[in-house]
């Protein structure tokens, strides 16, 4: 039988098929290409698995092969890496200007990311209801920024329901991940787009009683209007991926555009004659926290929200 894993906790894998749900362990070894993960499957795989005899739960014998996927490197030195989520078609990072303001060098550094991964990234700007008329002029700049350069913008209150509709919208039929640093208010979102709340509070308990671990790295849940969103909780950042510096002014789409016009075909746009891309920012052309950033993560430097 073919399914789909949407929930893992590391050990038991929930796979849904059809209408059905089942609680599924692996059987034998699944790599992945080169890295090491401290997870085989992760939340949108698609895998085989057969039931097993006389039981409600399943053993997944084979991993179908993934479209992509997105990792969180461990902290600690074993170099090993664990998969979030697999098969996306859309990253989403939920933001606020109004506390705990999201800063600008964190939307860069998740959006940079995304491009690593060539997964499409869209923004959504909550706690609209808290703005003024002054900052709601700051929001519009902000979001000029980005959607000069091609990124969709949203602006939603989670808490009044404001503009979800235009969102939901976006997400039919679609596969996203919802990331955001604490606070922003990714849960009261999705708990906004998911209209049957019991939902998830329900599913922790199930697997308590059946004593499983209940830390679960990523979650995926159904919309209602067709499509499903990937919640991960407790992960605050995407691991970026290992980035090149001569290859990081391709992440960010108003740079690459202009690299062939840099006068040296190995520019790094930061001191060098005939460069089009400080020309760009000189210009305007280029937001100056844009390039911030571009600098901020080619010196190595932590951009944190
Ligand atoms: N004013 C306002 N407050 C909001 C909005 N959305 C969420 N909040 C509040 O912001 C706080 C954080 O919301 P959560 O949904 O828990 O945020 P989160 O991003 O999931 O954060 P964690 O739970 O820490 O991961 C709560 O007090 C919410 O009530 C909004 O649109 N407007
Ligand atoms: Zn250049």
């Known amino acids: 039988m073919q399914g789909l894993i949407t929930k893992s906790t590391g050990s038991w894998y929930q796979v849904k098929s059809g209408d059905q749900t089942i609680d599924c362990r692996i059987k034998g070894k699944f790599r992945t290409k080169g890295i090491t993960t401290t997870n085989p499957l992760a939340v949108g795989d698609l895998v085989d698995f057969e039931m097993e005899p006389e039981q409600d739960t399943g053993v997944v014998t084979t991993l179908h092969q993934r479209k992509n996927y997105i990792i969180r490197k461990s902290i600690n030195l074993s170099k090993q890496a664990q998969i979030i989520a697999a098969n996306l078609d859309m990253a989403l990072l939920v933001v606020t200007l109004a506390s705990p303001r999201t800063s600008l060098g ?21 706690k609209l209801d808290l703005f003024s008329d002054e900052g709601l002029e700051i929001l519009a700049d902000c979001r000029a920024i980005y959607e000069d350069i091609g990124y969709s913008c949203y602006e939603v209150s989670a808490l009044e329901g404001t503009h979800i509709e235009s969102l939901q919208e ?6 996203t991940l919802f990331s955001g640093h604490s606070g922003v208010g990714k849960s009261s979102l999705i708990n906004r787009l998911l209209p049957d709340l019991d939902l998830r509070t329900h599913m922790v308990s199930e697997w308590s009683d059946k004593g499983m671990h209940t830390t679960t790295f990523a979650e995926m849940f159904d919309l209602p209007q067709g499509g499903r969103i990937i919640d991960t909780p407790g992960i605050r950042e995407l691991g970026v991926i290992d980035i090149e510096k001569q290859e990081l002014s391709h992440f960010f789409p ?4 202009l690299m062939n016009q840099c006068r040296f075909n190995n520019c790094r746009h930061i001191n060098e004659p005939g460069c089009a891309v400080l020309a760009a920012v000189e210009e305007g052309d280029i937001a100056i926290s844009r390039y911030d950033s571009y600098l901020s993560i080619y010196n190595g430097n932590d951009t944190r929200a």
Do not use: C
């Open 106 to 126: 964190f939307i860069d550094r998740f959006l940079v990311t995304a491009e690593a991964y060539d997964i499409p990234a869209i923004i959504v700007f909550n």
């Open 170 to 175: 976006t997400l039919k039929d679609k596969v």
């Open 254 to 257: 108003e740079m690459r555009e």
